[in-house]
């Protein structure tokens, strides 16, 4: 995807508690039991989730995220289940934080689970609910108890015994810090560009290339002259241009329109469609035509008849001429600006936004397009400083076919990725890449050419460009016989570096030395006097691991990781049980209980009584005497990462 959308969040707390800040836990559970006989009954639970939210179905799937699972402590004897738990209908969409289709709840879930008394002395059942939550940045995991009456009355969801043992263990999980106030004083992070504005740059973008283009530059000298002769003053000429370049501008945003329809139906229908297996390979298949269309083996043409009828209606007098006069040339340059609009098309579609953000990019891409015949209206005499059409025009199509190949490629790769199919590894994408780029390179340096192509000599600006392109053939190239990640320039276009041909051999992310218990950690530090950077994270989320691809792997970060820090990396969800000794009843301060019996339990208990939150991916740096360096840091760029590190080494 050409972009991501990131919000803020809140402090979490771990379990049934509120969140650090007063928010609400972001899935919320009530339960009700429905007799249907003397023998026979159905426990519900409703599962409310907070806008943003969503709540994974009972389904496990690979490389995807934690199932809600239910677990009834009964006797077999006196109870049995009825049937598998059944839910409400769950949604089938991409998750934005696993990159796959996937069944998921949003804003509310019901589930039902229906049993058979066995023994009528029977007054209870218990039971947990294990789930994990995600919003578009990080994930939460929970264990949720739960007590049925089967006598009708009230009962705790909670009777279990702390003894003095289990007290102890809960003591040892508490850290003695120092700086606490650094906790309160907000998470460091910083907030994404606006995403909009980042469409209407990358539609400006794709404008200003448009302008390049045979279909479009000779349209400019002649139309702005034009107007300036046509007018009956100056002024008029100049006001005319620029209404000229104003419904250029309306004419693309008018092209979006459509699509906002279909986001009032259903909101969420842009990114669904644009993100499903077939729909990336019809993308796939487009552009490769696009691409084929600019090498120049074929003309891409809206009908005649269209153009034609612009043109009559262009004689009309006044504004409504002259935006005939814009939609005739909108309709005549489309054998060059169709590919880049389906390009921005794709992109904007497959980013969050839908319909807004393909409306930003076509105001960006028209306003691209309308600049110069509103800037050469105000100066006219710039008009001499224009380069005459030539060959050079082709050039740039023929390159522009070559970008083409490359995006199609990242639709197929997420095809292949979401279906899990192994044709598209990481190296495998890049060598492709990698062919493309050489290929670039011998087109521009004149040895190889495609229809259309005027035979001349290499031209200074032309020979730049080459050695560029030679420059990125030379840089993919590292990036392909690299078993590093090497190719953070393209961070998000190829696949991630764990779908890869290369195995690993170890555990910890990039190779680093990590510990992933505390006590081993803390032990390592105070022996090495290093400080701590303790790293809470899990094995299904998935901002964890682009915070150890995109953000780790930078070279001035991965030095202060490997040589001034001991890295503690704590996995909340990881569900090896403890050893049996090592087992105990975690009490909060508010009075609640909570088995602890595997080691993501432990961890995730650590966090939140440590630190008040439950959220991954979540670094803090300290010292092994408990002395905050400075304030935690959660999912971010590497810019505000390395400050942060470095702040924090600093202390």
Same mark, same amino acid.
């Given at each position: 995807?050409?972009?991501?959308?990131?919000?803020?969040?809140?402090?979490?707390?771990?379990?049934?508690?509120?969140?650090?800040?007063?928010?609400?836990?972001?899935?919320?559970?009530?339960?009700?039991?429905?007799?249907?006989?003397?023998?026979?009954?159905?426990?519900?639970?409703?599962?409310?989730?907070?806008?943003?939210?969503?709540?994974?179905?009972?389904?496990?799937?690979?490389?995807?995220?934690?199932?809600?699972?239910?677990?009834?402590?009964?006797?077999?004897?006196?109870?049995?289940?009825?049937?598998?738990?059944?839910?409400?209908?769950?949604?089938?969409?991409?998750?934005?934080?696993?990159?796959?289709?996937?069944?998921?709840?949003?804003?509310?879930?019901?589930?039902?689970?229906?049993?058979?008394?066995?023994?009528?002395?029977?007054?209870?059942?218990?039971?947990?609910?294990?789930?994990?939550?995600?919003?578009?940045?990080?994930?939460?995991?929970?264990?949720?108890?739960?007590?049925?009456?089967?006598?009708?009355?009230?009962?705790?969801?909670?009777?279990?015994?702390?003894?003095?043992?289990?007290?102890?263990?809960?003591?040892?999980?508490?850290?003695?810090?120092?700086?606490?106030?650094?906790?309160?004083?907000?998470?460091?992070?910083?907030?994404?560009?606006?995403?909009?504005?980042?469409?209407?740059?990358?539609?400006?973008?794709?404008?200003?290339?448009?302008?390049?283009?045979?279909?479009?530059?000779?349209?400019?000298?002649?139309?702005?002259?034009?107007?300036?002769?046509?007018?009956?003053?100056?002024?008029?000429?100049?006001?005319?241009?620029?209404?000229?370049? &104003? #419904?250029? =501008?309306?004419?693309?945003?008018?092209?979006? @329109?459509?699509?906002? /329809?279909?986001?009032? %139906? !259903?909101?969420?229908?842009?990114?669904?469609?644009?993100?499903?297996?077939?729909?990336?390979?019809?993308?796939?298949?487009?552009?490769?035509?696009?691409?084929?269309?600019?090498?120049?083996?074929?003309?891409?043409?809206?009908?005649?008849?269209?153009?034609?009828?612009?043109?009559?209606?262009?004689?009309?007098?006044?504004?409504?001429?002259?935006?005939?006069?814009?939609?005739?040339?909108?309709?005549?340059?489309?054998?060059?600006?169709?590919?880049?609009?389906?390009?921005?098309?794709?992109?904007?579609?497959?980013?969050?936004?839908?319909?807004?953000?393909?409306?930003?990019?076509?105001? &960006? #891409?028209? =306003?691209?397009?309308?600049?110069?015949?509103? @800037?050469?209206?105000? /100066?006219?005499?710039? %008009? !001499?400083?224009?380069?005459?059409?030539?060959?050079?025009?082709?050039?740039?199509?023929?390159?522009?076919?070559?970008?083409?190949?490359?995006?199609?490629?990242?639709?197929?790769?997420?095809?292949?990725?979401?279906?899990?199919?192994?044709?598209?590894?990481?190296?495998?994408?890049?060598?492709?890449?990698?062919?493309?780029?050489?290929?670039?390179?011998?087109?521009?340096?004149?040895?190889?050419?495609?229809?259309?192509?005027?035979?001349?000599?290499?031209?200074?600006?032309?020979?730049?460009?080459?050695?560029?392109?030679?420059?990125?053939?030379?840089?993919?190239?590292?990036?392909?016989?690299?078993?590093?990640?090497?190719?953070?320039?393209?961070?998000?276009?190829?696949?991630?570096?764990?779908?890869?041909?290369?195995?690993?051999?170890?555990?910890?992310?990039?190779?680093?030395?990590?510990?992933?218990?505390?006590?081993?950690?803390?032990?390592?530090?105070?022996?090495?006097?290093?400080?701590?950077?303790?790293?809470?994270?899990?094995?299904?989320?998935?901002?964890?691991?682009?915070?150890?691809?995109?953000?780790?792997?930078?070279?001035?970060?991965?030095?202060?990781?490997?040589?001034?820090?001991?890295?503690?990396?704590?996995?909340?969800?990881?569900?090896?049980?403890?050893?049996?000794?090592?087992?105990?009843?975690?009490?909060?301060?508010?009075?609640?209980?909570?088995?602890?019996?595997?080691?993501?339990?432990?961890?995730?208990?650590?966090?939140?009584?440590?630190?008040?939150?439950?959220?991954?991916?979540?670094?803090?740096?300290?010292?092994?005497?408990?002395?905050?360096?400075?304030?935690?840091?959660?999912?971010?760029?590497?810019?505000?990462?390395?400050?942060?590190?470095?702040?924090?080494?600093?202390?």
């Amino acid at each position: 995807m050409y972009l991501k959308k990131y919000f803020l969040l809140l402090f979490l707390f771990f379990g049934w508690a509120t969140f650090a800040q007063g928010e609400e836990e972001p899935v919320q559970w009530t339960t009700s039991i429905e007799r249907l006989s003397a023998t026979e009954a159905v426990l519900h639970f409703n599962a409310a989730i907070k806008e943003k939210w969503h709540l994974y179905s009972l389904k496990e799937f690979e490389d995807g995220p934690l199932p809600t699972e239910f677990t009834f402590v009964f006797d077999s004897l006196k109870i049995g289940l009825k049937g598998e738990i059944e839910s409400s209908l769950p949604q089938f969409k991409f998750d934005q934080i696993f990159e796959i289709d996937l069944p998921f709840f949003e804003e509310e879930a019901t589930f039902s689970q229906r049993i058979t008394l066995l023994d009528s002395s029977v007054e209870e059942i218990r039971g947990e609910i294990n789930y994990q939550a995600c919003d578009d940045r990080l994930c939460i995991f929970r264990t949720e108890p739960f007590a049925f009456s089967l006598t009708g009355e009230v009962i705790a969801a909670s009777t279990i015994e702390v003894t003095e043992e289990d007290k102890a263990r809960s003591a040892a999980l508490t850290l003695s810090l120092k700086n606490k106030e650094l906790l309160s004083s907000g998470l460091v992070d910083e907030e994404d560009a606006s995403p909009l504005l980042n469409l209407f740059l990358l539609g400006f973008l794709g404008g200003l290339v448009a302008l390049l283009t045979p279909c479009v530059f000779p349209m400019i000298p002649l139309t702005v002259s034009f107007f300036l002769k046509q007018g009956s003053s100056l002024r008029e000429g100049i006001f005319n241009a620029l209404l000229y370049g &104003g #419904f250029i =501008v309306l004419i693309y945003v008018l092209l979006s @329109l459509p699509f906002h /329809f279909l986001d009032s %139906l !259903n909101p969420e229908i842009l990114n669904s469609i644009s993100t499903n297996v077939p729909l990336n390979l019809v993308f796939f298949g487009v552009f490769v035509f696009f691409a084929f269309s600019f090498f120049g083996f074929y003309e891409l043409t809206l009908p005649s008849r269209w153009g034609n009828t612009t043109d009559e209606s262009s004689n009309l007098k006044g504004a409504a001429g002259i935006f005939f006069m814009a939609l005739t040339l909108a309709i005549v340059s489309f054998s060059c600006t169709g590919p880049i609009l389906g390009s921005l098309l794709a992109g904007s579609l497959t980013a969050d936004g839908g319909a807004l953000q393909l409306t930003a990019g076509m105001t &960006g #891409f028209g =306003v691209a397009l309308a600049l110069p015949f509103a @800037l050469f209206a105000l /100066f006219p005499n710039a %008009l !001499n400083a224009l380069p005459k059409s030539g060959g050079w025009m082709t050039t740039v199509k023929v390159v522009l076919g070559f970008l083409e190949l490359a995006l199609a490629l990242k639709f197929l790769s997420n095809a292949d990725l979401v279906s899990h199919w192994g044709l598209l590894k990481r190296e495998v994408f890049v060598a492709i890449w990698v062919l493309l780029a050489f290929g670039l390179t011998l087109y521009i340096f004149g040895l190889i050419r495609f229809p259309h192509d005027i035979k001349g000599r290499l031209s200074k600006t032309r020979m730049g460009l080459g050695a560029l392109s030679l420059v990125l053939t030379a840089y993919l190239f590292n990036g392909l016989v690299s078993k590093e990640n090497t190719l953070t320039l393209l961070s998000g276009f190829p696949p991630p570096a764990f779908y890869s041909i290369y195995t690993t051999t170890t555990d910890c992310p990039l190779g680093l030395d990590c510990y992933k218990d505390f006590e081993r950690g803390l032990a390592v530090a105070r022996l090495q006097s290093k400080p701590i950077l303790l790293d809470f994270t899990g094995w299904a989320c998935v901002n964890c691991r682009k915070m150890e691809e995109n953000v780790w792997s930078k070279p001035a970060i991965f030095s202060l990781l490997n040589e001034e820090v001991v890295l503690i990396s704590l996995y909340i969800d990881d569900r090896t049980a403890l050893p049996e000794n090592d087992q105990f009843n975690f009490q909060y301060s508010d009075g609640r209980i909570r088995s602890i019996n595997t080691v993501g339990e432990k961890w995730a208990s650590f966090q939140s009584l440590n630190f008040s939150t439950a959220s991954q991916p979540y670094y803090v740096l300290m010292q092994p005497d408990g002395t905050l360096l400075n304030t935690p840091i959660q999912y971010t760029d590497s810019d505000t990462y390395l400050a942060w590190l470095k702040d924090g080494l600093a202390q």
